[in-house]
C-alpha cells in the first residue's frame, strides 16, 4: 500500500514539474517542497482515515486499500488546479463565525455558528451542516465554502462538531441504534443544537434544512428521518440511507454497497422527505449505490422524472435526475458525479476531502433547498 502510494506521488510530481515547465515566473522548488511536506500529512491522515470508524469494543478494523485513491485526492490538491488555492490565504469574510456548546441528557457537543454581516433581525434560514469523519467545523466551513454562500444569501450556518470521545475519528455514529432514534443519542443533540440557534435568532421555521458529508451525511438523513417538522429539506453528498446499518460491521459492509434494504425500507418514515444528494460514482469509501438507495422514497413518490447530463468546464462530467411532483415541484434530486471519489463536490482545496472539478454541491444544495418551504 505504501510503494502504491509513493508510486501515486512521484507520477503526481512528474505531472506537477511538466505543468510547471510551461509556466513561467513560477517558483518549481517551492512547490516541491510544499508537496513533499504535505505529502506526509497526508499519508498520515489517509492511515488515519483507513482505521476511522475502527475503534470499537477494543478492536480495530483495517479499511480496505482500494480506500487508498479517495485520500490520494487529499495529495492532488497541492498540484494542478488545486494548487494555488491551497496555498492561498483562507477568505475573510465580515460575518462572525462563534463557538458555542449544547448539553442535554445524551451529551455535549460544541458547535460553531456563521452569521452574515446582513443578519440585522429579519427572519432568515438555518442551515445545519454535519461534517464527515476527521473533519471539525472550520475544516468543514472552509472546504464547503458555505459561509461564503450565507453571506450571499443570507441564511445563517450551524456546523455541530463530534467529539473524539464520542468516536475517535469525530465521525457521527451513524450506525448505532441509539442514535438512530427521535429524542435519543446524537439526534437529539443535533436537534437541540438547531433549536438552541432558532431561539436565538429570528429562523423562518419553514427553512431550516440539514446536508452533510459522508458519516455526517448519513447523520443528516437520520435527521430528516427522525424530525419531518424540523428540517424542511435534505442535503447528502457521499452518505448512507437511514437505519442502513445497526454496527460496526453492518456499518463497513453498508459502505460497501452491502446494504439493509429490508430493515432501511421498514424504517422510512410515511411523507417522502424533499432531498438532493450528491455522490461520485468512483467513490471507494462509500459505495455508490448508496446514492441510488437515498433516492428510492422521493422516486416512489414521483409524478415525473428528468434525466440530465451535463460537465463542468475543465472538471467532471456528471448526470443530475431530477424528480417531481404532480404539481411539477422538484421534489428529489440526484447528482452522479463521474470520475469523481470521495470528496464534496466544487469544494475548496484549502479543505480536506474537496474535489474542485465537480459540481457547485454547496451552491446546487441552498438553490434546493430555497425551494423547500
Not at 433549536?195 to 419553514?206: L, S
Not at 460514482?281 to 422524472?305: C, K, S
Not at 428528468?306 to 443530475?320: C, I, S
Request: charged share 15%.
Amino acid at each position: 500500500m505504501k510503494l502504491n502510494m509513493n508510486n501515486k506521488l512521484f507520477a503526481q510530481m512528474r505531472a506537477a514539474t511538466r505543468n510547471l515547465l510551461h509556466k513561467p515566473q513560477v517558483d518549481t522548488s517551492k512547490v516541491i517542497q510544499d508537496a513533499l511536506k504535505n505529502a506526509s500529512a497526508m499519508t498520515q491522515a489517509a492511515q488515519a482515515h483507513m482505521h476511522g470508524l475502527s475503534q470499537a469494543n477494543g478492536k480495530q478494523h483495517l479499511r480496505t486499500p482500494a480506500d487508498v485513491p479517495d485520500m490520494l485526492a487529499e495529495l492532488s490538491r497541492t498540484f494542478g488546479h488545486g494548487g494555488a488555492a491551497a496555498n492561498e490565504p483562507a477568505t475573510l469574510l465580515p460575518g462572525t463565525f462563534s463557538s458555542a456548546t449544547f448539553t442535554n441528557r445524551a451529551g455535549t457537543r460544541s458547535y460553531k455558528l456563521y452569521v452574515p454581516s446582513s443578519y440585522t433581525g429579519q427572519p432568515t434560514a438555518l442551515v445545519v451542516m454535519l461534517h464527515g469523519c476527521t473533519q471539525d467545523p472550520d475544516d468543514f466551513a472552509t472546504g464547503t465554502q458555505m459561509n461564503v454562500l450565507a453571506e450571499e444569501t443570507g441564511c445563517l450556518v450551524v456546523y455541530p462538531a463530534q467529539s473524539q470521545q464520542a468516536n475517535s475519528s469525530r465521525c457521527w455514529n451513524w450506525f448505532n441504534g441509539v442514535d438512530q432514534q427521535r429524542g435519543q443519542g446524537e439526534p437529539s443533540i443535533i436537534a437541540g443544537i438547531t433549536r438552541e440557534v432558532m431561539g436565538k435568532y429570528a429562523i423562518d421555521p419553514a427553512q431550516v434544512y440539514v446536508a452533510g458529508l459522508s458519516a455526517g451525511g448519513a447523520m443528516a438523513t437520520i435527521m430528516g428521518t427522525l424530525y419531518p417538522e424540523l428540517y424542511a429539506a435534505v442535503g447528502v453528498h457521499s452518505g448512507l440511507p437511514f437505519a442502513s446499518a445497526h454496527d460496526l460491521p453492518s456499518a463497513l459492509a453498508a459502505m460497501q454497497g452491502q446494504l439493509q434494504r429490508q430493515r432501511a425500507y421498514a424504517a422510512q418514515p410515511d411523507r417522502a422527505i424533499p432531498i438532493i444528494v450528491f455522490h461520485g460514482d468512483q467513490d471507494h469509501t462509500v459505495h455508490p449505490t448508496n446514492g441510488d438507495e437515498l433516492m428510492v422514497h422521493a422516486r416512489d413518490a414521483a409524478h415525473a422524472m428528468a434525466v440530465e447530463p451535463g460537465r463542468v468546464p475543465d472538471g467532471h462530467a456528471f448526470t443530475r435526475t431530477v424528480h417531481k411532483r404532480a404539481d411539477g415541484k422538484v421534489h428529489g434530486e440526484h447528482w452522479v458525479i463521474h470520475g469523481a471519489g470521495h470528496a464534496w463536490s466544487g469544494g475548496s482545496a484549502r479543505g480536506s476531502y474537496t474535489d474542485g472539478r465537480g459540481p457547485d454541491a454547496s451552491r446546487e444544495m441552498l438553490r434546493f433547498f430555497s425551494t423547500h418551504r
